[in-house]
């Protein structure tokens, strides 16, 4: 297959199809806009495990997306889109960059969820943004903004709800979006790479956290957050 893109954790592959793409997950760890890099055996076959769960959970719950089907052992068939240029961020407690931005603890639970936007650029660090600039910009329309709000709360609302049933608590999470034949669907993966996940009764960091903060246990992690979705 003809390579169409590569990215930190997955490469992209042309198929016969223009409108199917094949996204193969990596074994690659990276944070820090990838300033930080590793690699994880098995790591591609688990998170494409985990994000065609979630992937096929929000179809069935009225989100659009790129998923069309898992292809074993670490790859996704998926429908071709127009990325847009920002990343959506939704936060339902303090975590992270947003604690060191503002001086803020950790831990704290906001009173309703927080959307923030940057614009999708590793060598500037993906900066913040407001959605003025991503219109005067040229990266999305007020109506493609819009849309992209109503499917983040939505997302938000019934994800929450998903990992509270296994245990975990959805501390924030990261998203991408893209048009496919004109409609915005929800793209890229949603993975431990992608959210931060804390067990209910223990506070234990269940994501990528782990691998950032030198914690240990990142496999382990990630296998257990496949478990409690598949059941295997």
Same mark, same amino acid.
């Given at each position: 297959?003809?390579?169409?893109?590569?990215?930190?954790?997955?490469?992209?592959?042309?198929?016969?199809?223009?409108?199917?793409?094949?996204?193969?997950?990596?074994?690659?760890?990276?944070?820090?806009?990838?300033?930080?890099?590793?690699?994880?055996?098995?790591?591609?076959?688990?998170?494409?495990?985990?994000?065609?769960?979630?992937?096929?959970?929000?179809?069935?719950?009225?989100? &659009?997306?790129?998923?069309?089907?898992?292809?074993? &052992?670490?790859?996704?068939?998926?429908?071709?889109?127009?990325?847009?240029?920002?990343?959506?961020?939704?936060?339902?407690?303090?975590?992270?960059?947003?604690?060191?931005?503002?001086?803020?603890?950790?831990?704290?639970?906001?009173?309703?969820?927080?959307?923030?936007?940057?614009?999708?650029?590793?060598?500037?660090?993906?900066?913040?943004?407001?959605?003025?600039?991503?219109?005067?910009?040229?990266?999305?329309? &007020?109506?493609?903004?819009?849309?992209?709000?109503?499917?983040?709360?939505?997302?938000?609302?019934?994800?929450?709800?998903?990992?509270?049933?296994?245990?975990?608590?959805?501390?924030?999470?990261?998203?991408?979006?893209?048009?496919?034949?004109?409609?915005?669907?929800?793209?890229?993966?949603?993975? &431990?790479?992608?959210?931060?996940?804390?067990?209910?009764?223990?506070?234990?960091?269940?994501?990528?956290?782990?691998?950032?903060?030198?914690?240990?246990?990142?496999?382990?992690?990630?296998?257990?957050?496949?478990?409690?979705?598949?059941?295997?």
């Amino acid at each position: 297959m003809e390579t169409l893109y590569e990215g930190k954790a997955k490469i992209l592959y042309k198929t016969d199809d223009p409108d199917v793409l094949i996204a193969k997950f990596k074994n690659d760890l990276t944070a820090f806009d990838g300033t930080k890099h590793g690699t994880m055996a098995s790591k591609g076959e688990i998170n494409a495990k985990i994000s065609s769960v979630i992937m096929k959970y929000l179809a069935s719950h009225g989100v &659009p997306n790129h998923f069309i089907e898992l292809v074993p &052992p670490d790859s996704h068939k998926v429908k071709s889109c127009k990325i847009l240029p920002i990343e959506v961020i939704i936060r339902n407690y303090l975590a992270g960059s947003i604690c060191k931005r503002f001086g803020l603890e950790e831990g704290k639970k906001l009173d309703e969820p927080l959307i923030e936007f940057c614009y999708k650029n590793d060598e500037l660090h993906d900066p913040f943004i407001c959605k003025n600039h991503a219109i005067l910009f040229g990266w999305a329309t &007020p109506a493609q903004l819009a849309r992209i709000e109503e499917l983040a709360f939505s997302i938000n609302m019934h994800m929450t709800n998903f990992w509270k049933e296994v245990g975990l608590t959805l501390v924030d999470f990261k998203l991408e979006f893209g048009l496919h034949k004109g409609e915005v669907i929800l793209a890229d993966e949603w993975t &431990p790479d992608t959210c931060r996940l804390w067990d209910v009764k223990t506070g234990e960091k269940m994501d990528k956290d782990r691998f950032r903060r030198d914690l240990g246990g990142v496999l382990e992690a990630y296998e257990e957050v496949a478990r409690r979705i598949t059941g295997a």
